[in-house]
């Protein structure tokens, strides 16, 4: 029964239950709302921030608004900040630098107004807000534009979520300002660069870019030590900078680099700059090229040096006396072996004192001369007393009167012994009139050798009338052979000069192209006007075509020859172009037989026929090929009977002195070898064609 009961209450009291719940959380919405509302009114201090679907209410102690009172009258932008960075609250001042209304900044963040460049500063700030207050120089969006200013953030209590009072401060004055300063330095001479305290490069004026050829947008944001410092100035460079980096100021000279890669002195004054907190911030140096001066300064040094060498060690005596002449200076060693005073002696004695009466006088007048500023330049004598009491005369000139370099109140004195220097002129007179007895033979031979050159001339004249009379000569004579042998071939093809059989007719074709042969390489030479070398390439090609144009076979005979660039002279010219042609020749007739007969069926190849020629390791090379049906077995060149071959051996052998090889491998070649030699003589000695 209880059972039943309660089973019928449970779903009630369940129901009532929900009710309620919902009727408290419509109460609670009501709440908020009306909470919300007055939010929006203005009749409570807070702020709603929506982030999608979520809001979240920041409210303002009422502590707040005597300080908003105060702060909307302040020349700077007032904030007050959450944690996050959300404006809570903003003064006009900083609504009128973003260039919005106050109402539509609060509920922004920081970071909305805060240059992109400078967030990450920002949020690390925001993060270390708790441990320090900070300050910050950043820009801030206005507009289309940007502002310069200074952010001081400062907790308003040491709690995790504490709110953040910030001060913005208008830095546009000092960027003018900076921008004045900025003028003013490209305006001075002095190259003026600024580096940040990683030695990037912040500021470079016009003086800069004159001195080291970077243009201002090529050099910042650099590292100075990469753009201007040579390797042998870093080690110097960087004990600067440490130097600077503690508050020091460095004045002195070291070497930098110019944009070209050349090196050159600069003379500079660097300095560190740090901010209102005593904060390093920059380094700034003031420099110029001081390689004039550095020229300047080491031709000075060079001079001094070498007036001192020369002092030390001129073969005259030098020495430097007081203006009034009454007392040495300084005496070199040479004068001191003249007179034969020791250095230390000679300081102690007037200069005067050394000297006869008239030669003191002399000797004053020319001082007083020297020093009223008249040019004094020939020497005069003195009579000078040496030590052992010797008067010396004409011994010693004393030549023109100078102011010293380090010290103007002295006169440097230079006296030579004049002995050497009148022998040197009595020498120099004799050879002066050796001189001109020298120039007189030399006229005479320039005018023989004048006129031999001209006798050489009318010989090379002579020589080369001759020289155009012989070429004239060799033009008829191989002309004339040429046509002799032209002659003989004619005479072959008159009828009854020869046997009107096959065997006849074969010989008259044989003997006409020998004659064509020879005929050719004079009408080679008389064509190039080359008297002395064949140009093989030429002659071998007019050859073979000559050859072939005068057989007929049945079948197409390739030729092919290979000789550019091989000149030989007329006598190995001419075996060699006779046997070719009883090469050829037989090839022609031989190594392709008659198709229809056994050996002269279809080739699978054509029929070709190649001549080479070339030079190597001061031997020539000739080849004569072809791709026939070869020789027969046992065939020897020593026992042939043919008369082409019997000629083909003789010449080789006597005339070329050539090695003979005879490969059958493959058709038939004919391999010719034989020394170069610059002398016809070797080759022609005890030939019994020639000879």
């Known amino acids: 029964m209880t059972k039943n009961t309660s089973m019928e209450n449970g779903p009630k009291q369940g129901n009532n239950g929900l009710k309620k719940e919902v009727a408290d959380l419509e109460e609670k919405v009501r709440e908020l709302e009306e909470t919300l509302n007055a939010i929006r009114s203005g009749e409570v201090d807070a702020i709603v921030v929506e982030k999608g679907d979520a809001r979240q209410v920041y409210t303002l102690e009422g502590a707040d608004r005597p300080y908003r009172a105060l702060v909307e009258n302040i020349q700077e932008g007032a904030l007050t900040l959450s944690r996050t960075g959300i404006i809570l609250y903003t003064n006009t001042r900083f609504a009128d630098m973003v260039k919005q209304l106050p109402e539509k900044v609060v509920g922004t963040t920081i ?150 890669g050349h090196e050159f002195p600069v003379h500079a004054n660097d300095a560190p700059v ?98 009223a500023g008249e040019k004094i330049i020939e020497p005069v004598e003195y009579r000078i007393r040496r030590k052992d009491g010797e008067w010396i005369t004409t011994a010693i000139s004393v030549g023109s009167f100078t102011y010293s370099h380090e010290n103007p109140s002295r006169i440097v004195v230079i006296g030579h012994d004049i002995t050497d220097r009148k022998r040197m002129e009595e020498e120099l007179r004799r050879k002066h009139d050796d001189l001109n007895a020298a120039y007189e033979e030399i006229t005479s031979t320039q005018e023989e050798l004048c006129r031999k050159v001209e006798e050489l001339m009318n010989r090379e004249k002579q020589l080369n009338e001759a020289l155009a009379e012989k070429e004239v000569l060799l033009l008829e004579i191989h002309h004339r052979v040429k046509n002799n042998l032209a002659a003989f071939i004619s005479l072959l093809s008159l009828e009854g000069s020869y046997d009107i059989s096959p065997a006849g007719q074969m010989l008259k074709k044989d003997l006409q192209n020998r004659a064509r042969t020879m005929a050719l390489i004079h009408e080679t030479l008389y064509r190039t006007r080359k008297f002395s070398d064949v140009d093989m390439d030429v002659y071998l090609n007019t050859l073979v075509e000559q050859i072939v144009n005068s057989y007929r076979t049945d079948h197409t005979v390739r030729t092919s020859v290979e000789a550019k660039g091989v000149t030989l002279d007329l006598v190995r010219a001419t075996p060699i172009g006779l046997i070719v042609n009883e090469l050829v020749t037989n090839s022609l007739k031989y190594a392709f037989p008659h198709k229809g007969t056994p050996s002269g069926t279809d080739r699978e190849e054509p029929c070709t026929i190649r001549i080479q020629v070339s030079a190597d390791d001061g031997n020539y090379l000739i080849k004569v090929s072809d791709n026939g049906v070869g020789l027969p077995a046992g065939w020897d060149i020593q026992k042939t009977q043919t008369l082409g071959l019997k000629l083909v051996n003789f010449l080789a052998k006597h005339q070329l002195r050539a090695k003979i090889e005879i490969n059958t491998d493959k058709g038939t070649e004919f391999v010719f070898r034989f020394r170069k030699s610059s002398k016809m003589d070797s080759i022609t000695k005890n030939d019994p064609l020639i000879s």
């Open 111 to 260: 970071f909305d107004y805060v240059c992109k460049e400078h967030h990450k500063e920002m949020e690390e700030a925001l993060q270390d807000i708790t441990q320090q207050s900070c300050r910050r120089r950043v820009r801030i969006r206005q507009g289309k534009g940007s502002l310069p200013v200074l952010i001081s953030m400062n907790p308003l209590s040491a709690e995790v979520d504490t709110k953040i009072s910030v001060v913005v401060t208008d830095r546009r004055k000092d960027e003018d300002r900076i921008q004045m300063q900025a003028r003013m330095l490209d305006a001075v001479g002095d190259a003026v660069i600024a580096v940040d305290t990683n030695n990037r490069i912040i500021y470079w004026n016009d003086a800069a870019t004159r001195t080291y050829g970077w243009e201002p947008e090529e050099a910042l944001g650099r590292d100075l030590f990469e753009v201007a410092t040579p390797e042998i100035s870093k080690k110097e460079a960087q004990e600067i900078a440490a130097q600077l980096k503690k508050g020091s100021t460095w004045t002195g000279r070291y070497v930098v680099r110019h944009r070209d």
């Open 274 to 371: 740090f901010d209102d907190d005593g904060k390093l911030i920059a380094i700034i140096g003031a420099s110029h090229d001081i390689s004039e001066q550095t020229l300047i300064e080491d031709a000075l040094r060079q001079s001094e040096e070498k007036y001192r060498n020369l002092v030390k060690y001129a073969p005259t005596a030098i020495y430097e006396m007081d203006l009034q002449g009454t007392k040495f200076l300084s005496v070199n060693e040479v004068m001191c072996n003249i007179l034969g005073y020791t250095r230390e002696e000679l300081l102690s004695i007037m200069p005067g004192d050394l000297l006869d009466p008239e030669s003191r006088s002399v000797f004053k007048e020319r001082i007083s001369k020297k020093l």
